[in-house]
């Protein structure tokens, strides 16, 4: 058995992991990131004791312990060095785990571990070299190769969404100007349309469906719009599938990997987004002769976090 945590900036999930990637028990709480480190750590600490005693009431032991975090751990997963959306720097979070409880404790990025889920038992399942690319509140991404996961030598590699594909007219919040999230993000596709209707570039039924009330204005809400002829949308749209293709050829180009994910809520908009994603990297893509890596959507939901978590030692 394997404990899987998935720390998020509203809730804390875990869950008892068997071998195969399936999920025998799980809890969810509260995360209430306004309490500090220190009381969500004593929580953490709580529910790992609740699923060990699980666990050995079921006679089974548990091997490892994984967390992914929405933010950076060192490579030893000693300290978490930067979580923005719960304010943590340099926090001990593994290194307090690894004095409390005698098993092995990893920590890695969320995006990893969602990949490495999806290697599990989703769409990149018998690869070992894929990308898995989450299309959120922001970009994240998770690399595997030759079946392990790769986060670079400091640990702060894999940042698929601060990749630099062109000019914006707005910074990320990163301080750089030009990042793929400031482009492929729900909040970039949202950011562009409102620049477009207050500039009146094109006609457009987003105004009606919102009730002339842009604070209501989502992703989805685009996407739905692009797929019914909106004019407008659909440049949105495009502008958005032509800056993922960009950076997703970057990645082919240079890593050359066997397959390709596509998660977050973004990715709900289904083979709209993926046939018009395939189509823009085919005309990038450097050895257009030559098969390149497969492009799909990611099958896991909610789950992924547990699941890529609990497994996390068996990639490392």
């Not at 509260?30 to 009431?57: F, H, M, P, V």
């Not at 993926?274 to 450097?286: C, D, G, Q």
Request: aromatic residues 6%; contains cysteine.
């Amino acid at each position: 058995m394997y404990i899987g945590i998935d720390i998020g900036g509203t809730a804390i999930k875990i869950g008892l992991v068997d071998n195969e990637g399936n999920i025998v028990y799980k809890k969810q709480i509260d995360t209430k990131a306004q309490r500090g480190y220190s009381e969500i750590e004593k929580d953490i600490i709580s529910l790992i004791k609740s699923l060990l005693n699980i666990a050995e009431d079921n006679g089974s032991r548990v091997k490892s312990i994984g967390i992914g975090i929405p933010g950076v751990a060192d490579p030893e997963g000693n300290k978490i060095i930067y979580c923005t959306n719960l304010g943590w720097t340099n926090v001990p979070l593994g290194e307090n785990l690894k004095k409390e409880f005698d098993i092995p404790i990893y920590i890695e990025n969320d995006a990893t571990v969602a990949g490495i889920a999806e290697s599990i038992k989703g769409v990149t399942k018998g690869y070992k070299n894929s990308i898995f690319i989450t299309l959120g509140t922001g970009v994240g991404g998770g690399i595997i190769i030759d079946g392990k996961v790769y986060s670079g030598v400091h640990g702060t590699g894999s940042e698929i969404g601060h990749m630099i594909v062109g000019e914006n007219f707005y910074d990320c919040n990163c301080g750089n100007n030009g990042c793929l999230e400031t482009f492929s993000s729900a909040t970039a596709v949202i950011k562009y349309a409102k620049k477009l209707i207050e500039e009146e570039q094109c006609e457009t039924t987003l105004l009606e469906k919102v009730n002339n009330d842009l604070m209501k204005l989502n992703s989805k809400i685009i996407f739905d719009s692009a797929k019914e002829g909106d004019q407008l949308a659909n440049k949105v749209v495009d502008r958005m599938v032509r800056y993922l293709g960009i950076g997703i050829t970057n990645l082919i180009n240079v890593l050359d990997p066997d397959v390709i994910a596509i998660g977050g809520g973004v990715s709900k908009a289904g083979d709209f987004l993926l046939e018009k994603v395939r189509k823009e990297v085919s005309k990038y893509v450097l050895y257009k002769e030559v098969k390149h890596a497969e492009i799909f959507l990611a099958e896991l939901g909610n789950d992924a976090g547990i699941i890529g978590a609990a497994l996390l030692s068996e990639y490392k």
